[in-house]
C-alpha cells in the first residue's frame, strides 16, 4: 500500500507513525505537516523527530499550513501534547529539517492522483486545500481520517472532535470529495473504546524496542490527561488506532452512513452529524413487513418526508462509520510494537 500521512505532529501521531514505519505492507510515500496540536512549523520538526526515531529518515516531511477561519477559537491542548508536542521530554532537533521546495497540497495532489492512500491525524486543512485544488483527484485515492464522533461526543468541543472542530469546512470539503471508496471515520466512538491500560504501559516502559524507548516518555506525559473522557484508568490513542484501521480495515466495525459537518458557527459548530436513523430503518426493513396503514395527509406548509417513516433523509457525504472496535487486537499489537511476544497475533 503507497500511503501519505496528513498529521500534527503530536503524541499519538508519533505512535502511529512509528507503527506504519515497521509495517513491511506500506510504503510511506510521504508527509505532510498540519497545525493543530502545535503550529505546522513545529508539527513539521516533530515529524522529522519521529521518523528518524522510526528509522525512517527518508521519508520525506511537506510543510502545510495552519488551520483557518471561519472556525471556532480552540486553544492548543498543551496539557495533553505538552509546549513542543511531544510531552517536552527534550528530543533532540532531528538531523534534517522539512522539504521546503514542494508545498503541502502539491504533494497531497500529486499522490491522490497516483493512487495512494491517505490517512489524516490532524486538522484537515491540507486535505481540504488539496481536494479544492484538484477536487477529481480524489477519485482515484481512498481516505481515513482521525476524526469526528457519531453520537454527538466532543472532546475539544462539546459534541465536535478536535480535528474537524479546528477548521470544519476544510473537514467538510474533504468528507464531501468524490472518493474512490467511502471515507473511512475513525472517531471518538471508537478511539474512546480502544485504549492503553497499565498493562500496555508496563511493556512500553520496559524499553524492549526502539519504538518503546522513544515512545514512553511522550505517551507518559499524555497519559496524564488525555483519558479523562475514557473509562478511569484508560488512555486513548486516537492516531494509532487511525494507523491500524488503514492497514487491517478488518480491526473496525463500520456503517455506511450520511455525515455532514457543522460549519454554521452554532454551539454545534464542528460537529460531524451522523444520520443514525439509517440503522434503525434498516433493521425496519429487515424485518417482516406489517400491513399497510392509512397514510394521513402532510399538514399544510409541511413538506412530505422521504425517509421510510415519513421523516426526510439524511443529508450529507456516505462515511464508512467506525461503531466497534476490536480492542484486543489494538491492544496487543500495542504490546507487540513494545517487544512482547504475543500468541495469535495476525498483523
Do not use: K
Amino acid at each position: 500500500m503507497r500511503l501519505v500521512i496528513d498529521s500534527d505532529g503530536g503524541i499519538d501521531d508519533a505512535a502511529a507513525i512509528v507503527w506504519l514505519c515497521g509495517r513491511p505492507d506500506v510504503e510511506i510515500a510521504a508527509v505532510t505537516a498540519v497545525g493543530g496540536n502545535v503550529g505546522v512549523r513545529q508539527a513539521a520538526r516533530n515529524l522529522r523527530v519521529i521518523l528518524e526515531a522510526a528509522g525512517r529518515p527518508d521519508i520525506p516531511v511537506y510543510v502545510g499550513a495552519d488551520p483557518t477561519d471561519p472556525a471556532p477559537h480552540i486553544t492548543r491542548p498543551v496539557f495533553i501534547h505538552g509546549e513542543d508536542g511531544l510531552g517536552d521530554v527534550g528530543f533532540a532537533d532531528p538531523e534534517r529539517g522539512a522539504d521546503e521546495d514542494t508545498p503541502a497540497v502539491d504533494v497531497l495532489v500529486r499522490e491522490m492522483r497516483r493512487g495512494a492512500s491517505l490517512l489524516t491525524l490532524g486538522p484537515l486543512t491540507n486535505l481540504g486545500a488539496a481536494v479544492r485544488a484538484d477536487a477529481a483527484a480524489a477519485a482515484s485515492s481512498r481516505l481515513t481520517l482521525m476524526g469526528g464522533s457519531a453520537h454527538a461526543q466532543g472532546n475539544a468541543r462539546p459534541s465536535a472532535e478536535a480535528n474537524v472542530a479546528n477548521d470544519p469546512l476544510a473537514a467538510a470539503t474533504a468528507l464531501g470529495a468524490g472518493w474512490s471508496a467511502p471515507p473511512v471515520m475513525v472517531g471518538l466512538d471508537v478511539t474512546h473504546q480502544a485504549t492503553l491500560r497499565d498493562v500496555e504501559f508496563a511493556a512500553l516502559a520496559a524499553r524492549r524496542t526502539a519504538a518503546a524507548a522513544f515512545l514512553h516518555g511522550p505517551l507518559s506525559f499524555y497519559r496524564r490527561n488525555a483519558g479523562s473522557l475514557c473509562a478511569e484508568g484508560e488512555t486513548p490513542c486516537h492516531d494509532l488506532l487511525a494507523a491500524m484501521a488503514v492497514v487491517r480495515p478488518d480491526i473496525l466495525g463500520v456503517e455506511t452512513l450520511p455525515v455532514e459537518v457543522d460549519t454554521g458557527g452554532s454551539a454545534a459548530w464542528g460537529q460531524t452529524v451522523v444520520d443514525l436513523r439509517q440503522l434503525g430503518w434498516r433493521r425496519r426493513q429487515a424485518e417482516p413487513a406489517a400491513p399497510a396503514a392509512p397514510v394521513a395527509p402532510a399538514a399544510p406548509g409541511v413538506a412530505a418526508g422521504r425517509g421510510p417513516d415519513g421523516n426526510a433523509d439524511g443529508i450529507g457525504a456516505p462515511v464508512a462509520v467506525g461503531l466497534a472496535v476490536d480492542v484486543d487486537f489494538f491492544r496487543a499489537a500495542v504490546r507487540e510494537l513494545a517487544g512482547e511476544p504475543v500468541a495469535g497475533l495476525s498483523a
